[in-house]
């Protein structure tokens, strides 16, 4: 998964580069054409009470590119009403309210009709209650998502007090999001593309990772209806040129993905390599990655298996790293099999990383944590973590490094 950015997650994940306008400069402009007469304002007003709340500090945030931004504030009294007038997008818009940590998202349609929430300090996301239908929808849709966040901690609490082996967390773990993914697919985004939900649920997120994935071939085709759905309906969008982009910007990747590949087969049916057993394991953005695309004829390849969590990984990595700075222009590469049963955690420390890191996604461990099966490993019969091998220009297999002191003259060697 490449990984990405975050709208609506309160758990801080960013997923995307890409640049939309902030509501800042939404604002501002807005106010420049009021300031010259201009009749085009858009506004909503959003009112309600939160009960039990005397004093507390409510927050209005507006839901755009980046981190939520607060747009407006009001401490309540001891009834807890409040009452906000937004300027809005063309088209729908988001916001969200906030009380101390927790928050309650929002969505405007084109109408600009009045929206109104009613809750209560102790519950304040949880227990709310909208009148209209698609902040009602809305709600549904955000407490899926609070759901999927809650059984996700609880099955790394699970793994974490020894009740699941790493095996089951990963298959829970991949059957509670497929299922969510799998729900909101079938409820709203196929449903009605066009739907503000549907924009909301492609950017939810789970511990710091998107949940739909425009660079994921499925993903990318909900992107795809949503995108020509809003651009059909809202034409007049700044968030269509973002939806459009995005999409794009997943499809043109598969393209170079199936070029890279017709490529690397070419590369590899024209020279010849004795003694090489082929790897193909996923990277972080879950593309397939052969050992044998890094076969150039020019370069060595240095071939790492090893696992994040292990406490010898940073002394481990920091030596690559050296390695890394110190030989890639002369000709070094680096394609390190990473066996960590928390995929979730490897995305994320694999992200740094510059050289090309995959996962071996069918190790299977012991109760202790031990390597019972892989695949990968069997196939260079590895039989602790780290291993370090060599592969000539041609990939064929030139030493097994036993000590890590020696990796640095036994590369220079070859170079």
Not at 124 to 138: H, I, M, P, T
Not at 155 to 178: F, H, I, P
Request: charged fraction near 25%; hydrophobic fraction near 40%; glycine fraction near 6%.
């Amino acid at each position: 998964m490449a990984c990405a950015l975050l709208f609506f997650d309160n758990l801080n994940i960013n997923i995307t580069n890409t640049k939309m306008k902030t509501y800042s400069l939404l604002y501002a402009c807005a106010f420049a054409l009021l300031a010259a007469g201009c009749s085009q304002e858009r506004t909503v007003n959003i009112t309600g009470q939160v009960a039990n709340a005397n004093g507390e500090k409510l927050y209005l945030e507006h839901l755009g590119a980046g981190r939520p931004e607060v747009i407006d504030s009001a401490v309540l009294d001891a009834k807890g009403h409040f009452k906000f007038k937004v300027l809005t997008e063309d088209g729908p818009d988001f916001f969200s309210l906030r009380l101390v940590t927790q928050s309650i998202p929002l969505a405007t349609d084109t109408l600009q009709s009045p929206i109104e929430v009613n809750t209560s300090l102790r519950n304040f996301a949880s227990g709310y209650e909208v009148k209209d239908d698609l902040n009602r929808r809305l709600k549904e849709a955000a407490q899926a998502g609070n759901e999927l966040r809650r059984n996700v901690m609880d099955c790394s609490q699970r793994l974490n007090d020894g009740l699941l082996t790493r095996e089951a967390y990963r298959d829970t773990l991949r059957a509670l999001v497929d299922g969510y993914k799998q729900d909101m697919l079938q409820t709203y985004i196929y449903q009605n593309p066009s739907d503000p939900v549907s924009y909301y649920v492609l950017f939810q997120s789970v511990r710091g990772l998107s949940i739909f994935d425009p660079y994921d071939a499925r993903d990318n085709r909900a992107f795809g209806a949503v995108a020509t759905g809003w651009v059909f309906n809202y034409p007049k969008s700044p968030r269509c040129k973002y939806l459009e982009q995005v999409t794009r910007e997943g499809q043109a990747l598969r393209v170079r993905e199936r070029m890279e590949a017709e490529r690397a087969d070419s590369i590899t049916r024209n020279i010849q390599v004795a003694n090489f057993f082929n790897l193909i394991l996923p990277d972080k953005n879950d593309k397939p990655v052969d050992l044998s695309s890094l076969v150039d004829g020019k370069s060595i390849i240095l071939l790492d298996f090893t696992a994040y969590y292990l406490p010898v990984s940073v002394g481990h990595n920091r030596l690559l790293q050296q390695m890394w700075e110190k030989y890639h222009d002369r000709g070094l590469k680096i394609y390190q099999v990473c066996m960590d049963p928390d995929e979730n955690f490897w995305k994320v420390s694999a992200d740094n990383v510059p050289w090309t890191a995959v996962r071996d996604t069918e190790v299977l461990f012991d109760t202790e944590g031990n390597i019972r099966y892989s695949r990968a490993a069997a196939t260079y019969n590895v039989t602790h973590l780290p291993s370090l091998f060599l592969l000539d220009r041609d990939g064929s297999l030139n030493a097994r490094i036993e000590h890590e002191d020696k990796l640095d003259g036994v590369i220079a060697a070859k170079l």
